[in-house]
């Protein structure tokens, strides 16, 4: 049984949005932190959001004013939505969760494609 599954990615033209959508089993008793991470081509993984227990977020320089990460009500599903797409956005997104108690729970990850 997958712990945390992503939907959504695609392809989309340069300054087009997209929406992805995170959903953790919940067999993960605590989210700590629920958020994307990003791989490009030849590229390391980098965060992109991140939703924290307290209600704060956290964004990458690269996607701020453009990326806007929320739950809903404290539920066990995250979305990002990305408007404003650039070319160097391409890569697959990859949700996490991290339970606070040193575990850390991967989806497998979802392709976003930006280009015309």
């Known amino acids: 049984q997958e712990q945390v599954v992503e939907f959504g990615g695609g392809l989309v033209q340069p300054g087009g949005s997209l929406r992805l959508s995170c959903a953790a089993s919940r067999s993960i008793p605590t989210i700590y932190a629920i958020g994307w991470h990003r791989q490009g081509l030849g590229k390391q993984r980098e965060l992109v959001a991140v939703?924290?227990?307290?209600?704060?977020?956290n964004y990458s320089d690269s996607v701020k004013g453009r990326f806007t990460i929320s739950r809903q009500n404290y539920e066990q599903t995250v979305s990002l939505q990305m408007n404003s797409l650039k070319p160097e956005d391409t890569a697959v997104y990859y949700c996490?969760?991290?339970?606070?108690?040193?575990?850390?729970?991967w989806g497998q990850g979802t392709q976003v494609t930006v280009s015309s």
């Open positions: 996490y969760v991290d339970d606070g108690r040193g575990n850390v729970y």
């Open positions: 939703f924290n227990i307290d209600g704060t977020t």
